[in-house]
């Protein structure tokens, strides 16, 4: 990796990481536990890459909007309703931790100069690029499809057995969360190629063929979204209390059970989900490219 890139790159990603997450913050994106690992994130994935930070820059700032539409709605529904959102440096890393890892991975292999996926020149690569690409897919396509499918008239349905539950339950999808989870993981894919024209050198034939992540990026976000509800549907609790009025996600007295076991948290689930969608982008970028 040259020197001098590397230098005014990680300067770069300091200045710009340290702004934005003291914005994050102030404006309740964050909470301050969430603005300090979000700094360190942003830092990294800047540094090792301006095209990688971009694809982190674009899930943080569509999916903090996205948390922010409807609040009045939603403060009914959500078990842990924060106004703004408030993630903490759990649900950051939850969602950045296993992309801070390759991007950094990649620039050691790479000398940190942005490159066009081509399994031709080297497979590896290849795959750890998709694996980043179907990360950030997953992560918005999954915030997407929370935030907007919650608003839908539509009653959700149970992903596992179709049948009918209430809003908030773990695994219910409806049609327009579907749809979000498909538009989160487009803009992904759309900033890679955006943002590539400018950063990475290709043939005209590979420049061309870098398109195809578009549909593969709406595609991982319709898949991540999916994922998430499969876990969250079988290996997630939700019940409803009767007390509070909402769907929550522990047992008590006044909880009945709606679906799910008391295997994973949300938190563990966002994981596991982002896991398998990143290996299979991964797979399917070695594959198309």
Same mark, same amino acid.
């Given at each position: 990796?040259?020197?001098?890139?590397?230098?005014?790159?990680?300067?770069?990603?300091?200045?710009?990481?340290?702004?934005?997450?003291?914005?994050?913050?102030? %404006?309740?994106?964050?909470?301050?536990?969430?603005?300090?690992?979000?700094?360190?994130?942003?830092?990294?994935?800047?540094?090792?890459?301006?095209?990688?930070?971009?694809?982190?820059?674009?899930?943080?700032?569509?999916?903090?909007?996205?948390?922010?539409?409807?609040?009045?709605?939603?403060?009914?529904?959500?078990?842990?309703?924060?106004?703004?959102?408030?993630?903490?440096?759990?649900?950051?890393?939850?969602?950045?931790?296993?992309?801070?890892?390759?991007?950094?991975?990649?620039?050691?292999?790479?000398?940190?100069?942005?490159?066009?996926?081509?399994?031709?020149?080297?497979?590896?690569?290849?795959?750890?690029?998709?694996?980043?690409?179907?990360?950030?897919?997953?992560?918005?396509?999954?915030?997407?499809?929370?935030?907007?499918?919650?608003?839908?008239?539509?009653?959700?349905?149970?992903?596992?057995?179709?049948?009918?539950?209430?809003?908030?339950?773990?695994?219910?999808?409806?049609?327009?969360?579907?749809?979000?989870?498909?538009?989160?993981?487009?803009?992904?894919?759309?900033?890679?190629?955006?943002?590539?024209?400018?950063?990475?050198?290709?043939?005209?034939?590979?420049?061309?063929?870098?398109?195809?992540?578009?549909?593969?990026?709406?595609?991982?976000?319709?898949?991540?979204?999916?994922?998430?509800?499969?876990?969250?549907?079988?290996?997630?609790?939700?019940?409803?209390?009767?007390?509070?009025?909402?769907?929550?996600?522990? %047992?008590?007295?006044?909880?009945?059970?709606?679906?799910?076991?008391?295997?994973?948290?949300?938190?563990?689930?966002?994981?596991?989900?982002?896991?398998?969608?990143?290996?299979?982008?991964?797979?399917?970028?070695?594959?198309?490219?």
């Amino acid at each position: 990796m040259a020197t001098a890139s590397l230098a005014v790159r990680s300067a770069f990603g300091v200045a710009l990481a340290a702004l934005i997450a003291a914005r994050a913050v102030r %404006r309740r994106s964050l909470d301050a536990s969430g603005g300090a690992a979000g700094f360190a994130v942003m830092a990294l994935h800047l540094a090792c890459g301006y095209r990688y930070g971009a694809l982190l820059l674009a899930f943080f700032f569509t999916s903090s909007k996205v948390t922010k539409i409807g609040e009045d709605r939603k403060r009914r529904v959500e078990e842990d309703f924060k106004e703004g959102g408030q993630r903490n440096w759990i649900q950051v890393l939850a969602n950045s931790a296993i992309a801070t890892v390759l991007v950094i991975l990649l620039a050691i292999m790479t000398g940190g100069q942005d490159q066009c996926l081509d399994s031709n020149g080297s497979k590896v690569i290849t795959g750890i690029i998709g694996a980043i690409i179907g990360h950030y897919c997953c992560c918005n396509g999954d915030t997407w499809s929370s935030e907007i499918g919650v608003l839908s008239d539509e009653q959700p349905r149970l992903v596992t057995t179709l049948k009918p539950v209430r809003k908030g339950t773990n695994g219910g999808v409806t049609l327009q969360g579907l749809l979000a989870a498909t538009a989160g993981g487009l803009t992904i894919g759309l900033t890679f190629v955006a943002v590539g024209l400018m950063t990475a050198e290709c043939s005209f034939d590979m420049s061309f063929q870098q398109l195809l992540v578009i549909p593969i990026s709406a595609t991982a976000g319709l898949l991540g979204s999916l994922i998430d509800s499969l876990l969250g549907a079988t290996l997630q609790f939700s019940g409803y209390c009767s007390v509070r009025n909402k769907v929550v996600s522990k %047992r008590g007295p006044t909880v009945t059970k709606i679906s799910g076991m008391t295997i994973l948290d949300n938190d563990a689930v966002n994981a596991v989900s982002v896991l398998l969608t990143s290996v299979i982008t991964a797979y399917a970028c070695i594959f198309f490219f």
